[in-house]
């Protein structure tokens, strides 16, 4: 199975004819400009370009397969679908044949997908895939025998992630709910990043199936998106998301195709499933979040966006995509559409999680004192209203704006708050530990907090360094160095832990070891931090450039 998903690519990525299309002065500077926009990452004009030349060069189906494949990368299914008319099925790249079976299914033609995933015809073995789709074409006319379709799947195929999920969906399609929830519940053990998806999917088809009780058990309250899927699923009604048919079905084969090639430095493949998952199921907002986190990899932010801001805000995976949206544009450093956009959100929906992500935004545009006020009022609604972040969560994020906004009295309130109810939290301890450590407040207690961090999480480079630092501190400069340099060891890259391990070694007349240390600092400092490392690497430590 695996071989055939490598020939598959192989298909995909191999290069067209080297040899320039036709002797026309025309045809050549469209060739040219239509390779050009392929490589400056503009699919959907070398599409059009590459189309026009096939229509002028209809035999040439080089060219088509390059129109081909670059519609299907910029979306452009109509266009894909339109060339893929009279082309053999033997020159079909691997992301068509995907298209064509999905434009198939659409229609209700399950047959028909399934003879263009059984053919044998050209560098393409597509065939891996068909006892999916079977399966489903049988559940469809409930064929108490769909599950047996799925035999041939082997256990170390590319796609036995996906077959107990399919197997529970397809169960479900049946109305048998006791044999699909082992194989539900197993599928999101492994499901990751899809897993609210499926529990949203799984908790249709349980109700759909008469079994109330356990499409609730879907849904705990972790999310946004869950707590009003269960809602509803408590009211009697679909949340919307079922895959209960054939192209749903494959759409979802699709994304987990998509998911598992996603770690390729090549997004061409993983990025062309996405597209005829998208395609095979309009409705699955997932599969579009999917796609938009995709073309942002392959530089493609703007393509991202458009398919972010189409997700309309009734949908369960608003919050995700608004997320995503926020992140993107400020990555772009388009930090004020970013906080136009923040404001747009609160206006449409007010809630907890649009105002901490109004917070996001105001940190990155180092606006801390109006971050800390969205984060007040994101704890404010909070209290009635679903949250993707826990109350503890926004309480720190509100603490790092108000100490950043010179306002730390206010933050050590709000710290000690999120520890009455998260008294054990390494994040917690940690930052009001270090926080009195870096203004000598109570630094018994703080070298505590810190120590309990550490013990809490002994793994975590930054904790440790408060650890070394809070030893530093109190002096017990030998303990503090051995222990600045387990976190050095832990995260070499981190600029405050050399700096720190550098400030101790050269109490302790460790002169050229300090050297080195505050060096291996300026590789990784901020800007505004590298004066401060140089006048230590040239004069040592003063009062003026000590670390606090």
Do not use: C
């Not at 170390?156 to 048998?176: M, P, T, V, Y």
């Not at 998911?259 to 997932?286: E, H």
């Not at 995509?321 to 993107?328: F, N």
């Amino acid at each position: 199975m695996k071989a055939a998903l490598l020939a598959g690519f192989a298909a995909f990525s191999a290069p067209v004819s080297a040899s320039v299309p036709g002797s026309s002065a025309d045809q050549l500077s469209t060739y040219v400009t239509a390779r050009a926009a392929d490589a400056l990452g503009d699919p959907a004009k070398a599409a059009v370009l590459y189309a026009n030349l096939s229509r002028e060069r209809p035999d040439d189906m080089s060219i088509r397969r390059r129109a081909v494949i670059g519609a299907i990368a910029a979306g452009d299914t109509k266009l894909a679908l339109d060339l893929s008319r009279g082309m053999p099925i033997a020159n079909t790249p691997l992301d068509l044949r995907m298209l064509m079976v999905a434009n198939e299914l659409r229609a209700g033609h399950n047959k028909e997908a399934i003879d263009i995933l059984r053919t044998k015809q050209g560098l393409i073995d597509s065939s891996f895939l068909a006892p999916f789709v079977e399966a489903w074409a049988l559940a469809e006319k409930r064929n108490a025998k769909a599950i047996d379709a799925l035999a041939p799947v082997q256990e170390g195929s590319a796609l036995a992630s996906q077959l107990n999920e399919q197997k529970a969906l397809i169960l479900l399609k049946l109305k048998r709910p006791a044999e699909a929830l082992p194989l539900a519940q197993s599928a999101l053990e492994s499901a990751g990043g899809r897993a609210d998806r499926l529990r949203l999917a799984f908790a249709d088809g349980f109700l759909a199936a008469g079994d109330r009780n356990n499409a609730l058990s879907m849904l705990p309250d972790e999310s946004p998106a869950l707590t009003e899927g269960r809602a509803r699923i408590a009211a009697g009604e679909s949340t919307g998301l079922a895959i209960d048919n054939a192209q749903k079905g494959f759409g979802e084969l699709m994304i987990g195709l998509s998911l598992a090639l996603g770690r390729m430095q090549d997004k061409g493949l993983p990025i062309a499933f996405a597209q005829v998952a998208r395609y095979a199921n309009p409705s699955n907002s997932a599969g579009a979040i999917l796609l938009a986190l995709l073309l942002e990899d392959d530089d493609r932010p703007t393509d991202a966006l458009d398919i972010l801001y189409k997700i309309p805000p009734g949908d369960p995976f608003a919050n995700q995509a608004e997320d995503a949206e926020i992140r993107m544009l400020i990555d772009s450093n388009r930090q004020q559409e970013a906080l136009r956009r923040a404001q747009e959100i609160i206006a449409s929906n007010p809630g907890p999680d649009a105002y901490a992500r109004l917070g996001v935004v105001h940190i990155e545009m180092k606006n801390y004192a109006a971050a800390a006020d969205a984060y007040g009022r994101a704890l404010q609604l909070s209290a009635n209203a679903p949250s993707s972040d826990e109350p503890w969560t926004l309480r720190l994020y509100r603490a790092s704006a108000l100490e950043d906004a010179g306002r730390w009295e206010e933050a050590k309130s709000e710290l000690a708050l999120a520890l009455k109810d998260k008294p054990d939290n390494p994040l917690l301890l940690n930052f009001l530990g270090y926080g009195k450590l870096e203004r000598g407040e109570d630094m018994e207690a703080a070298e505590a907090m810190v120590r309990k961090a550490s013990a809490l999480r002994p793994d975590d480079a930054s904790i440790t360094d408060s650890l070394g630092w809070a030893e530093f501190k109190r002096g017990k400069v030998s303990e503090a160095i051995a222990t600045l340099q387990r976190a050095a060891e832990a995260d070499p890259g981190q600029a405050e832990i050399q700096e720190h391990l550098g400030d101790a070694l050269y109490s302790a007349g460790r002169r050229y070891e300090a050297s080195f240390a505050w060096r291996a600092a300026m590789a990784n400092a901020e800007d505004e931090d590298k004066s401060r490392l140089q006048s230590k690497i040239d004069f040592g430590v003063a009062t003026t450039t000590a670390a606090h």
